[in-house]
C-alpha cells in the first residue's frame, strides 16, 4: 500500500509492528512476521533511510518508529517536491524541444540530412505502414487535437494490433479532452486491453510517431497535419524527442485512472487553462493546445472562476496561486 513512498512490504510490515510493539527486538519481529532476521535487518535498514526511525533516546542502541503522522507526510512532501522538479524540467525541456523542432520546420528539408519530407496523408500513411513492419522495439506516440477522427482511428488500427501482435509496446498518449470523446475513448480502452498502454494530458507538445528509438514523424505544419510530416533520424533529435516523450509519460494519466485524473478542487485541464491564460495565451491559443472548443474553454473558465469565487479572470488566478492550485 506505501510502495509508492518507497516503502516495500518487508518494510511496511516491520513498521507496522514496531508502531505497536516498541520493546520488540530483530528476533521477536522475526519470528511474529515469520521472515528471517536478515530481511527484519534490511527492512530496518530500509526505515532508517526514510527517517521513519529514529536512535531512542531512552535507551542507547535501539531504534524507536517516528509517527506516521510525522514520518509519512514528510515522505508525501518529498514525493511531492520530487514531481514538482519533474514538472519543472519538462516544462523546460518541452521549449527547448519546440525550439529545436521549429528551427528543423523552417529549413530546407531536402538539403539536411537525416530528414526526409512526405507531401499529403497517402504518403504519411505508407511510411507509417513501413516503418511498423519494419518496428522491433517499441512505438510511442503524442496525439494532440482533441478526439481523433473515425479515418486516423481506422487507420491506426491494423498497425497497433500489427505491433500488439508481435509483443511491441504500444505507449500513446492523447490529450486529456478525448475522455469527453466516446470514439477516441473506446479506442484508448481497445487498445490498453489489447496489450498497449495509453495515457492522457491537459496539453501536447506536438504530433509525433516514434519507432524503436530511432525514426521519428513530425507534421510540417503543427495547425494543418494534412500538409505533410518530416521524417526524422538525426541521433540528436531522436534522443531528445525520446526524454521528451519520458518527460510527458512519467506525468501523465493512465486511461481509466480518474483518481489521478482529478482533485477536489480543479481538474488537471483546469489548472492547465489557468497557466496558459497566465502566460498571455489567448482563449483561441488555449483552446487549441488543450484540443477542445473556444466555447468549452470559456465554460471551463467561468467554472473555475464560480468555484474559487472570483469575479474575474484575475481575481481567479490570484486565488488559484494563493491556493497553490497551479503548482500541483
Known amino acids: 500500500m506505501l510502495e509508492e513512498l518507497g516503502l516495500d512490504a518487508d518494510a511496511e510490515a516491520v513498521y507496522r509492528l514496531m508502531l505497536e510493539r ?3 527486538g530483530v528476533a521477536a519481529i522475526s519470528r511474529h512476521l515469520g521472515r528471517s532476521e536478515e530481511q527484519v535487518r534490511h ?3 530500509r526505515l532508517a533511510e526514510l527517517a521513519l526511525l529514529k536512535r531512542s533516546r531512552d535507551t542507547p542502541g535501539q531504534l524507536r518508529p517516528v509517527s506516521p503522522e510525522v514520518g509519512l507526510r514528510l515522505l508525501l512532501h518529498r514525493q511531492e517536491l520530487e514531481l ?10 518541452q521549449e527547448a524541444i519546440s525550439v529545436l523542432i521549429s528551427e528543423y520546420t523552417n529549413v530546407r528539408w531536402e538539403a539536411r540530412d537525416g530528414m526526409d519530407r512526405l507531401d499529403g496523408l497517402d504518403a504519411i ?21 482533441g478526439g481523433q477522427s473515425a479515418q486516423s482511428l481506422d487507420a491506426s488500427r491494423p498497425l497497433d494490433e500489427l505491433m500488439l501482435a508481435r ?5 500513446t498518449v492523447y490529450l486529456t479532452s478525448v475522455r469527453n470523446d466516446q470514439a477516441t475513448l473506446q479506442y484508448a480502452r481497445w487498445l490498453t486491453e489489447s496489450g498497449g498502454e495509453v495515457r492522457t494530458t491537459p496539453t501536447l507538445p506536438l504530433r509525433m510517431v516514434m519507432f524503436d528509438r530511432e525514426v521519428a514523424l513530425l507534421p510540417v505544419n503543427p495547425v494543418d497535419t494534412r500538409a505533410g510530416a518530416v521524417q526524422l533520424t538525426g541521433q540528436g533529435v531522436i534522443v531528445a524527442l525520446h526524454s521528451l516523450f519520458q518527460q510527458v509519460w512519467e506525468v501523465a494519466t493512465p486511461v481509466g485512472d480518474e483518481s489521478r485524473h482529478l482533485d477536489a478542487d480543479i481538474t488537471s ?20 493546445r488543450l484540443g477542445v472548443s473556444l ?7 467561468s467554472a473555475i472562476m464560480e468555484r474559487l469565487g472570483a469575479r474575474s479572470r484575475f481575481e481567479a488566478g490570484l486565488r488559484a496561486s494563493e491556493r497553490n492550485l497551479l503548482s500541483s
Open 167 to 171: 509483443g511491441l509496446p504500444v505507449l
Open 84 to 93: 514538482l522538479a519533474r514538472q519543472e524540467q519538462f516544462a523546460k525541456s
Open 125 to 145: 500513411q505508407s511510411r507509417l505502414e513501413e516503418l511498423t513492419h519494419r518496428a522491433s522495439r517499441e512505438c510511442l506516440s503524442f496525439m494532440p487535437g
Open 295 to 301: 466555447r468549452t474553454v470559456r465554460r471551463m473558465m
Open 43 to 45: 527492512a530496518l535498514d
Open 22 to 24: 516498541r520493546e520488540w
Open 269 to 288: 485541464a483546469e489548472r492547465e487553462l489557468l497557466r496558459l491564460l497566465a502566460q498571455g495565451v489567448t482563449d483561441e491559443v488555449a483552446a487549441r
